[in-house]
């Protein structure tokens, strides 16, 4: 049996109810699929990336991206902690994430036009951060992943690039593992409490 996610093919619903094109998303399936034997919970699977080689990041994705958990019901939110550039690594961090991307929901230069302001945990003028919000599809690397095995896998790179004073500092944007996790708990707490939301934790 087939419970990979591209059972339920990828048309676009009927009525989208969304300002952006969501043509090209995962459909979900009857209420009533269990693949497991009972009812499917949507998952986030959160990567926090800071200095990880490209390898190293790779090794990961493809290991959350090729599990038989439903693609309908599966997404890997990755936050990219700051613009850095570690050794060994030609590109920052959010760079590299960017290339294991594809089919992109919003293009890309569109979405490096503009970086939203969230609270985030620090001191001073860092208590304020910027990020910029991608959404496409994971890419494989043929040469990790056989093709036969590759899944549509939704991926929603989280990039923190800074605020304006501290353009000039070696790591922009960057606030450490446990503000990435609050990211996404806080936007879960809006969603939670049906709380508004900022600018950044809508997109």
Known sequence: MDISGATWGRRPFADNPFSFPLGNVVPQPPPDYKPFNFPLAHTICLVTAYSES????????????????????????IIADGM??????????????????????????DVDSEAHFYVAIADGHRGHNMAKVYAGYYAYDDATIERSTQQ???VVPVAKVGNPLEADDVKPGNRGKHDSQ????ALLQKFIFDDRMTTFEFL
């Open 84 to 109: 850095v550039k570690s050794a060994g690594n030609d590109m920052t961090m959010p760079d590299i994430c960017l290339t294991m991307m594809k089919e992109f929901i919003i293009t890309r230069e």
């Open 152 to 154: 549509h896998v939704p």
């Open 182 to 185: 609050i990211v996404l708990m």
């Open 54 to 77: 490209v390898e190293g990041l790779r090794t990961t994705l493809d290991s959350l991206a090729t599990t038989d958990y439903p693609n309908s019901h599966k997404i890997i939110v």
